[in-house]
Structure formats: structure tokens, C-alpha cells
């Protein structure tokens, strides 16, 4: 595993472009440090290491994943998402423990929302049991990326979306005055509404919503 770091940290090093760096690292509010690989020549590099006879056995996800993770330049998070979703064949029930800490670590809207809809939103399919319990605990964590995931994780669910679950979430968090979850609110219910118009516009009519979140689920419907 440490030649596979070691290989992919060096290849990112060499095509690092200072000028990139720090374009993406002001995009990001200079929040993330940044090797400056755009994203064709990023999944290029990154393209050896998830060939089927190089990537490592399953139980080594978690491992590199985080270790990827605790890496200071951003490139290495994008690679260690796009990496967990390959084993998304071989999923299993405690994977969302290793969803949870990346969504809690080093959390922005460009990590948190892939996370969601990739790979928390392939687990609950997988393991629907497990929604009750961990979105009632991450709606009452207060981490507001916990609670946009709970809203975003059906986002391409499309037929197989469940109104209810998500009238009740966006319900529980009608009143919030954080731009991530009133965007993610109306970016839901716009997906939504490209399956269920009827739904959606009813829901909004009967719904006190934040005016951004308004905005945004009608936005395909003027």
C-alpha cells in the first residue's frame, strides 16, 4: 500500500503546475492546499492504480483511503473517493464508516457532495435497514455536511426516491440559515422534479422554505 502512496504522490508532484495550485486554491476559499492537476490529467495518473490486477484487496480500503485523505493536497482526496467508488461491487455494511469520516473530515461542498450521491447513496440501496438510524443521527449531530448528505444521498434516485424520508428531513430542517443545506434543499427537490413534477410543485406550495431553497426546486419548472 505505501508504494501505491508513495508512486501516486510523486506522479501528482511532477505534473504539478504552481499557477493551477493556486487558481484552484482560491476557488476553495484557500482552504485546501493543491498540487494543481486538473482533473483529466489527475484521473490519468490515477488511472494505473484502479486497474483491476493493482488495486489493493478490499480490506485495505479504509486504510488507504484515510491515509490518502490526511494528505494535505485536495488531489489526493478526489483520488481517494473515485477509488472507494470502485469497490462499490463489494460493498459492505461497515463502509459507511469510512463514508462518515471522510464527509466529517476535511468537509466541503466538492468532497461532501460526491460522497453523498456516489457512494452513501449506493450504500443505502444496498443496506436500506441502515437508513433510519444513521440519518436520525446525523440530522441530531448538527454537522451540517452529515445533514446535506441525509438530504443528498437519493439526489439520482429518481422513481425509487422516497417522498416521505425526504419531506421529513427537509421538514426537520426548514428554519436553517446555512446556505449548504437551503441549497441542498432546492437542489433535491429540482432533481425531483424532473421525475415528479406534481410532487415537487405541491410540496413547495405547502412548505415555508427558505427562499433560496424555493428558488432553486422550481427552477426547471417556469
Do not use: C
Not at 449506493?122 to 445533514?147: C, E, V
Not at 425531483?192 to 406550495?205: E, G, L, M, P
Amino acid at each position: 500500500m505505501q508504494k501505491i502512496l508513495t508512486s501516486l504522490v510523486g506522479q501528482f508532484q511532477e505534473a504539478a503546475n504552481h499557477s493551477v495550485a493556486s487558481g484552484q486554491k482560491a476557488y476553495m476559499r484557500h482552504q485546501f492546499a493543491f498540487y494543481g492537476v486538473k482533473t483529466p490529467v489527475r484521473r490519468r495518473i490515477q488511472r494505473k492504480l484502479f486497474k483491476k490486477d493493482v488495486l489493493p484487496p478490499k480490506q485495505h480500503l479504509h486504510k488507504l483511503v484515510i491515509s490518502l485523505w490526511k494528505l494535505p493536497e485536495r488531489e489526493n482526496q478526489y483520488t481517494a473517493q473515485e477509488l472507494a467508488r470502485n469497490y462499490l461491487k463489494n460493498i459492505e455494511e461497515d463502509d459507511i464508516l469510512l463514508y462518515e469520516h471522510m464527509i466529517t473530515h476535511k468537509s466541503w461542498w466538492d468532497t461532501v457532495d460526491f460522497i453523498a450521491v456516489n457512494l452513501v447513496g449506493a450504500y443505502f440501496r444496498s443496506f436500506p435497514h441502515k437508513i433510519h438510524d444513521i440519518t436520525h443521527a446525523w440530522m441530531a449531530s448538527g454537522n451540517i455536511w452529515l445533514q446535506r448528505s441525509t438530504l443528498l444521498f437519493q439526489l439520482k434516485y429518481k422513481e425509487d426516491l422516497n417522498t416521505a424520508f425526504l419531506a421529513k428531513t427537509i421538514n426537520k430542517l426548514l428554519g436553517s440559515q446555512e446556505f449548504f443545506i437551503n441549497k441542498a434543499i432546492g437542489w433535491v427537490l429540482r432533481e425531483y422534479s424532473k421525475t415528479n413534477r406534481d410532487w415537487v410543485v405541491q410540496f413547495v406550495s405547502k412548505t415555508s422554505l427558505h427562499t433560496l431553497s424555493k428558488r432553486e426546486a422550481l427552477r426547471l419548472l417556469k
